[in-house]
């Protein structure tokens, strides 16, 4: 069992609210663009 501070608990629930708020579509857009940078980076 993991003990939490109640920081923890409070960075916990907000990154959880912010992922919740994300859309899927958001995501993959993200993943698009990276993968495009990551080609132009490699010789």
């Known amino acids: 069992m993991v003990i939490l ?4 608990v409070a960075l916990l629930r907000s990154l ?6 994300i859309k899927v579509r958001d995501i993959d857009k993200a993943l698009v663009i990276l993968a495009k ?3 132009r980076a490699r010789p």
């Open 37 to 39: 940078t990551d080609k």
């Open 16 to 21: 959880l609210v912010t992922l919740r708020g």
């Open 5 to 8: 501070s109640d920081d923890e």
